[in-house]
């Protein structure tokens, strides 16, 4: 158990709708990651925060949007969902993002849009 | 634009047998990590590597890091099952990660 809590763990949902997907980090980490996995682009980066602003941001589609808020807990918030965000969507965490810092990740949410 | 090259993409061996994973890259990197995935599993980090030479060893696994080069390597030393996973290289540069594509080691008993 990495300490990084994901919900919910499987969300089936249609296309053209919202979703809304939480990540609690560790105790003590003020960063933030989002990924996305899936087989047909592999693992990306999608967005970073760190103790409530955006630090990094790399292949995250302008129909995502994130924030991480004062509890440190952060959503990632997909619109207008297509088949092609079908998915394992993956959050991690680490205490800062200094050099050599490890991540802990969270066990994925799993995204289905029919 | 960076690009990260894992190869082999599949390996299959033997327990008891050496192998090692590549990792190549594109352009200058801040930092690179090592990850293993087991099936159906989170990510687990393995390993982050900061400069030129580095070394980095924890039981059977070793990494390295050749940053004039672009190339990383994770040994595997004396293949045990348990170390069957999918092991992903990637490549920080200026906060943005990008990931190779993954090398399935499947170890025989």
């Known amino acids: 158990d990495s300490g990084v809590t994901q919900t919910p763990k499987h969300l089936i949902t249609a296309t053209g709708q919202r979703v809304t997907l939480r990540c609690s980090p560790r105790s003590g980490d003020l960063s933030v990651y989002w990924y996305q996995q899936s087989l047909d682009q592999g693992l990306q980066f999608l967005i970073q925060?760190?103790?409530?602003?955006?630090?990094a941001k790399g292949n995250i589609l302008e129909r995502f949007s994130a924030q991480q808020f004062p509890d440190l807990h952060s959503e990632l918030n997909l619109s207008s969902l297509e088949l092609g965000d079908s998915a394992l969507y993956f959050c991690?965490?680490?205490?800062?993002?200094?050099?050599?810092?490890?991540?802990?990740f969270g066990p994925g949410t799993r995204l289905t849009v029919l | 634009e960076l690009k990260v090259e894992q190869n082999p993409l599949f390996l299959s061996m033997q327990e008891g047998k050496n192998y090692t994973i590549y990792c190549n890259y594109s352009t200058t990197s801040d930092r690179l990590y090592w990850y293993r995935q087991d099936p159906g599993k989170s990510l687990e980090s393995l390993f982050v590597l900061l400069s030129n030479g580095a070394v980095k060893q924890e039981g059977r696994l070793m990494a390295s890091l050749d940053t004039k080069a672009r190339l990383s390597t994770l040994h595997i030393t004396a293949a045990v099952h348990d170390l069957s996973a999918t092991y992903f290289c990637a490549v920080d540069r200026d906060d943005k990660i990008i990931f190779g594509k993954g090398t399935r080691l499947h170890i025989l008993p």
């Open positions: 991690a965490s680490s205490v800062q993002r200094g050099a050599g810092d490890t991540q802990y």
């Open positions: 925060y760190y103790n409530g602003e955006e630090r």
